[in-house]
T-cell receptor
Framework: DSGVTQTPKHLITATGQRVTLRCSPRSGDLSVYWYQQSLDQGLQFLIQYYNGEERAKGNILERFSAQQFPDLHSELNLSSLELGDSALYFC?????????????FGEGSRLTVL | QKEVEQDPGPLSVPEGAIVSLNCTYSNSAFQYFMWYRQYSRKGPELLMYTYSSGNKEDGRFTAQVDKSSKYISLFIRDSQPSDSATYLCASLGGRGQNFVFGPGTRLSVLP
């Protein structure tokens, strides 16, 4: 158990809908990262937050947004969903905001868009 | 060209074999190199971490980095069925950079 909790584990929805994925980092970790994993693209970095502030952005679509709350949990909002958004979404946390540090991953939220 | 590339496999080996997993990277700014293991329906977990060229050993696992050729390897000795998983290499640049993952190599160790 990595200590990172993600909900929901599975989500099935329709195109055009909006969903929210939730992540609770390990106790003491201030950084939260969101990754998207699909069969053909591998693990793609979406966005990073550190102590409530956005720190880095990767290949995150404009239809997607995220935030980190004062209690350090984070939410990833996906809107106007398309079939291609079907993927595993992972949250990871680490102690530091940058530099070499181990990432601890949750078990992921599997999103299926029909 | 992707920044980190690896053969997706699948790679099947018999129990007890030596496994060699490889990655190449293109960004000379990468300084830190990691191997993550991901079991089916689970999140990745860190296996090995190194920041210099050369070898780093941890039990049955050896990570090797050759910065001159931008080549990263993971060797697994005496492979076990429990090693069956997807292995992701990852690289990290300097300050302000973020982790870049390879697509992963799926390994099956057959009893």
């Amino acid at each position: 158990d990595s200590g990172v909790t993600q909900t929901p584990k599975h989500l099935i929805t329709a195109t055009g809908q909006r969903v929210t994925l939730r992540c609770s980092p390990r106790s003491g970790d201030l950084s939260v990262y969101w990754y998207q994993q699909s069969l053909d693209q591998g693990l793609q970095f979406l966005i990073q937050y550190y102590n409530g502030e956005e720190r880095a952005k990767g290949n995150i679509l404009e239809r997607f947004s995220a935030q980190q709350f004062p209690d350090l949990h984070s939410e990833l909002n996906l809107s106007s969903l398309e079939l291609g958004d079907s993927a595993l979404y992972f949250c990871a946390s680490s102690v530091t905001q940058q530099g070499a540090a181990e990432l601890f991953f949750g078990e992921g939220s599997r999103l299926t868009v029909l | 060209q992707k920044e980190v590339e690896q053969d997706p496999g699948p790679l099947s080996v018999p129990e007890g074999a030596i496994v060699s997993l490889n990655c190449t990277y293109s960004n000379s700014a990468f300084q830190y190199f990691m191997w993550y293991r991901q079991y089916s329906r689970k999140g990745p977990e860190l296996l090995m971490y190194t920041y210099s060229s050369g070898n780093k050993e941890d039990g049955r696992f050896t990570a090797q980095v050759d910065k001159s050729s931008k080549y990263i390897s993971l060797f697994i000795r005496d492979s076990q069925p429990s090693d069956s998983a997807t292995y992701l290499c990852a690289s990290l640049g300097g300050r302000g950079q973020n982790f870049v993952f390879g697509p992963g190599t799926r390994l099956s160790v057959l009893p």
